[in-house]
């Protein structure tokens, strides 16, 4: 393994960035609009996507980005279950997809990012059954307005955080805690709606369809291996958030329905004495990195970790995988570059090995609103001024570095 050595990825390989409604668009009316973040944010504004998407799709195309994976955001769609579709707010996400189009860049369409229309969430959200057929209904209408346009749907992003934050940690609305039984039926409606809609969009989506959902994996470990309480602890959360999630999804009998898995990958979590250890949960960086911790703003780094789940996924469900997100939030953009060189070349391993990988999206395509933290952590390719009321973006040097692996569809060895 030589240092510096060109890792070529195979060819027809999608780079992308990836966005999602709540987080970039601004001027939505979900459960979040009037949430506020730790830092005193909201996602009224956020980066005005939702009036700049040309713009940042001219931004894509400098990086030389071959792919963009965004959502399209039910809330603006469907005004009551089972309503006609709003035709404007269709033809702004039409014109986006022409937009792409132009510039030659491959959309994966998201249909669930941690939203939902209120009229959803005041029946309950997934936790009622009824929000199943309505879903449905929903996607069928959009499929049918999107046939022939969109040819990779990612149904749901991320269950496992979505369900986690929302009935167990209470960090995203609802804001329920420990209700493990409302976790579980969050994941099975999901799952069944998930079945459902891909059938839906397989068969009546226009040529070669593909669909899957994006499934966060985080390891979960002690940090001393050998206090069982940590062990137990991070088996209970493997267990929780990894397995039960996707054998939900993909296990007997529903295992048809995909015919792609998403991943999104950032790293690992290890406890000590029940603590995670990561900054996201509240510990300092700075402590982390004495320690011999690599984390960025939110989770500690485990690049070979990404060929582990790679190659697991691989040999467990033998389909194409795409990395629907990877990123690092942290002011220090060198740290950004190795840690994204290491992930992938660990990538490339697994790609070596066999593993039928066919895209990566760096997450994100710009600074946004990330959830809890707001405007905190920065995530981007792009900053954003949030300062100032035009909110210009620009390029940083993670972007350009990015823009190289595009373009040449390289990396060189860490
Ligand atoms: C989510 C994104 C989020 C990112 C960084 C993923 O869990 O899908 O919405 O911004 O991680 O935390």
């Given at each position: 393994?030589?240092?510096?050595e060109t890792l ?184 069944r709606a998930h ?154 391993g697994a790609i ?63």
């Amino acid at each position: 393994m030589n240092p510096g050595e060109t890792l070529d990825f195979p060819p027809g390989f999608l780079w992308g960035t990836a966005t999602s409604p709540t987080q970039v668009e601004g001027h939505i009316e979900n459960e979040w609009t009037q949430f506020t973040a730790l830092d005193g944010g909201n996602c009224r504004r956020a980066c005005d996507h939702y009036h700049r998407y040309p713009e940042d799709v001219d931004w894509m195309a400098r990086l030389g980005a071959n792919a963009y994976r965004f959502g399209i955001e039910w809330s603006r769609l469907q005004s009551a279950p089972f309503a006609p579709l709003n035709p404007n707010e269709l033809a702004r996400y039409v014109h986006l997809l022409e937009c792409l189009q132009a510039k030659s860049i491959t959309p994966m369409v998201v249909l669930h990012h941690f939203s939902n229309p209120q009229w959803i969430n005041a029946w309950g959200g997934w936790t009622n059954p009824a929000t199943i057929p309505a879903f449905v209904d929903y996607v069928r209408q959009l499929g049918a307005a999107l046939k022939g346009k969109v040819h990779l749907w990612n149904t749901f992003n991320e269950p496992d955080t979505y369900a986690c934050m929302g009935y167990l940690l209470g960090g995203f609305p609802p804001h329920n805690k420990w209700r493990l039984g409302k976790f579980r039926r969050v994941i099975d409606h999901m799952a069944r709606a998930h079945v459902k809609v891909s059938r839906i969009l397989q068969q009546e989506g226009g040529g070669k369809i593909q669909v899957g959902i994006a499934k966060n994996w985080t390891f979960f470990h002690a940090y001393k291996k050998w206090l069982p309480w940590d062990q137990a602890m991070a088996y209970a959360c493997h267990y929780t958030f990894n397995k039960f999630v996707l054998d939900a999804f993909m296990g007997v009998g529903r295992r048809r329905a995909s015919t792609f898995i998403g991943l999104n990958y950032y790293g690992r979590v290890r406890f000590h004495h029940f603590r995670p250890m990561i900054p996201a949960s509240g510990m300092s960086p700075k402590t982390l990195k004495k320690i011999g911790f690599v984390c960025d703003d939110m989770v500690e780094r485990n690049p070979e970790g990404l060929a582990t789940i790679v190659s697991y996924l691989n040999r467990k469900f033998r389909l194409p995988i795409y990395i629907t997100e990877h990123g690092s939030a942290s002011s220090d953009e060198k740290f950004r570059e190795s840690d994204l060189r290491e992930n992938l070349a660990s990538l490339h391993g697994a790609i070596a090995e066999a593993a039928d990988v066919r895209g990566f999206f760096y997450w994100s395509l710009m600074d946004n609103f990330e959830w809890q933290f707001g405007y905190a952590k920065k995530f981007g390719l792009l900053t954003v001024d949030f300062e100032d009321e035009k909110l210009p973006r620009s390029l940083k040097p993670l972007g350009d570095f990015y823009s190289k692996i595009c373009r040449t569809n390289t990396v060189a060895r860490p």
